[in-house]
């Protein structure tokens, strides 16, 4: 995956959205239908004694020797291993990509002054997945909220000691005064990053989870009180190797999301704080 411009965190979310929420119409919807049309007319002109798609009792339809029910759940097998492979690959090309878009190491010198190293890359080079803008804040918020809330806290542990601790008669540690002005802030939230970008991960693996056995649409006159699903990929999936190693390789890729999405956003902490310096200048009348 690739892109050619950056967007804003909520188009790209909108985005996202639309393609999985197609998709999952598509594979929820469409295949098992269009797969249980396929099966019913296939099996149209066979033996009805031994299939018979019309059987309206379910647990005649159930019997350990009914060839139909058998063939409906090797047909259900056989979807369950072409669903785990999409969910797979699309879970795994899409933590590669957000690595990718996270490669760059960025040092923040001062607010004009930023540092990009780049791996060696062998086609063009993509731009930044966001577009975050520096603004200034809308409201006036506490300006010196690190000073006052250890004054706080220091009052607060003075008053928790035992009288005869305490050398004077009242607190000798005076409250600092909240000091209200403008400042410097992203017009996105930081911390919408990190889930915006888990979602799709998160929302393909739970979108794939409610996918009906094909047997609901071929047996059109059975109610099913406990509908069976094909089987997909779950958030704690894990493979074990030749040698018995477990890995839990769906928590490995969301974890690595995470981490690259705390180091790319690390820098955009460090480039806010540059611009403190200009906060008085912000707040002049």
């Known amino acids: ?15 996202q959205n639309r ?11 469409d295949w098992p239908q269009r797969t249980a049309a396929g099966i019913r007319q296939a099996l149209s002109g066979a033996d009805h004694a031994v299939y018979n798609m019309e059987e309206g009792a379910l647990a005649k339809f159930k019997q350990e020797d009914n060839m139909l029910r058998k063939l409906l759940n090797r047909v259900n097998l056989a979807m369950s291993d072409t669903l785990y492979d999409v969910c797979s690959s699309s879970i795994k090309e899409y933590s590669a990509y957000i690595l990718k878009c996270a490669e ?20 063009v080079e993509m731009p930044p997945l966001l577009a975050i803008g520096l603004q200034k804040s809308p409201e006036k918020g506490c300006l010196n909220q690190a000073a006052v809330d250890k004054a706080n806290a220091d009052i607060e542990a003075w008053n928790a000691l035992p009288d005869e601790d305490k050398h004077e008669p009242e607190c000798p540690i005076d409250p600092v005064e909240p000091k209200m002005g403008y400042y410097f802030e992203y017009n996105v939230p930081l911390a919408e990053i990190e889930p915006t970008l888990l979602a799709p991960f998160d929302t393909c693996i739970s979108e794939l989870q409610g996918v009906h056995h094909v047997q609901r649409y071929v047996m059109e006159r059975l109610f099913w009180p406990n509908p069976e699903l094909v089987g997909s990929v779950t958030q704690d999936e894990v493979t074990v190797d030749v040698t018995g190693k477990k890995t839990a390789w769906v928590k490995e890729l969301r974890d690595a999301i995470c981490t690259a999405v705390e180091d790319s956003s690390s820098p955009l902490t460090n480039y806010v704080e540059t611009y403190k310096e200009f906060v008085d200048f912000l707040n002049l009348d």
């Open 1 to 15: 995956s690739s892109h050619t411009e950056s967007t804003t965190l909520a188009k790209f979310a909108e985005n």
């Open 19 to 29: 393609d999985i929420m197609k998709t999952s119409r598509i594979i929820k919807d």
């Open 104 to 123: 760059a190491v960025v040092t923040v010198v001062s607010a004009g002054e930023i540092q990009v190293e780049r791996p060696p890359s062998a086609g």
